[in-house]
Nanobody, 128 residues
Framework: EVQLQASGGGLVKPGGSLTLSCVAS????????IGWFRQAPGKEREGISC????????YYRESVRGRFTISRDNAKNTVYLQMNRLKPEDTAVYYC?????????????????????WGQGTQVTVSS
């Protein structure tokens, strides 16, 4: 059974940092791509970052580019999202999800419909 476990959320002041982790288990191969999404109250879930199975390719939503960094440690089956210079508008529940997109990842990574498995979400609140 495939499972994704997201953790690392919390309350942080504007300008602060958090690192989210997504631990994956149950995969039969290493070709799973991991995306991070977030959903604020009353808003649709949006893709914010994605990393390819090898880790060589990464993608970011424009609003987080330069502040967030995605990485993965395949030996630990873990994907990280380092979030710096956090803003109140980053407040949301953050989810990790997996997909096995073979082609066109750069155009498809931010769509929730492309992902097969989802973690349970971790709350990030940015407030003074």
């Amino acid at each position: 059974e495939v499972q994704l476990q997201a953790s690392g959320g919390g309350l942080v002041k504007p300008g602060g940092s958090l690192t989210l982790s997504c631990v994956a288990s149950g995969f039969t191969s290493d070709d799973h791509i991991i995306g991070w999404f977030r959903q604020a109250p009353g808003k649709e879930r949006e893709g914010i970052s994605c990393i390819s199975d090898s880790g060589r390719n990464t993608y970011y939503r424009e609003s987080v580019r330069g502040r967030f960094t995605i990485s993965r440690d395949n030996a630990k089956n873990t994907v990280y999202l380092q979030m710096n210079r956090l803003k109140p508008e980053d407040t949301a529940v953050y989810y990790c999800a997996s997909t096995v997109i073979k082609y066109g990842l750069e155009y498809r990574w931010a769509s929730t419909h492309e992902y097969d498995y989802w973690g349970q979400g971790t709350q990030v609140t940015v407030s003074s």
